[in-house]
């Protein structure tokens, strides 16, 4: 009998394992993400690339790190896709809303 309840907490301790290695790999990829996001206007300051460019790189970074935190740390990712989606619309429409208001009030960008 306690035999299997080694093994049963032999599974759960490998389990367990499995998922914070993931989370601190997430972490470590959020992490060097938000570097490239600090890094990206300090490095266009020489104005490399135009700042619709830089914008849009920002955005998208901000977009990819908010999903990733949505679907691994709020564990969306194993629900119901209806869930994410709940998640990520708003998302999407105030980032439309922001490139509406940036083409709006500064056309020198655009």
Request: with cysteine.
């Amino acid at each position: 009998m306690a035999h299997g309840h080694d093994e049963h907490a032999s599974i759960e301790h490998e389990a367990h394992h499995s998922h914070a290695k993931l989370y601190v790999i997430i972490f470590f990829v959020l992490l060097v993400m938000t570097g490239i996001e600090i890094a990206i206007p300090i490095i266009n300051k020489a104005e490399i690339v135009v700042k619709q460019v830089e914008v849009a790189l920002l955005l998208g970074l901000m977009t990819i790190k908010g999903a990733i935190v949505m679907m691994f740390y709020m564990h969306l990712k194993g629900d119901r896709r209806m869930f994410g989606t709940l998640f990520v619309f708003p998302i999407v429409c105030v980032l439309l809303m922001m490139l509406g208001f940036f083409a709006l009030f500064q056309p020198e960008l655009w």
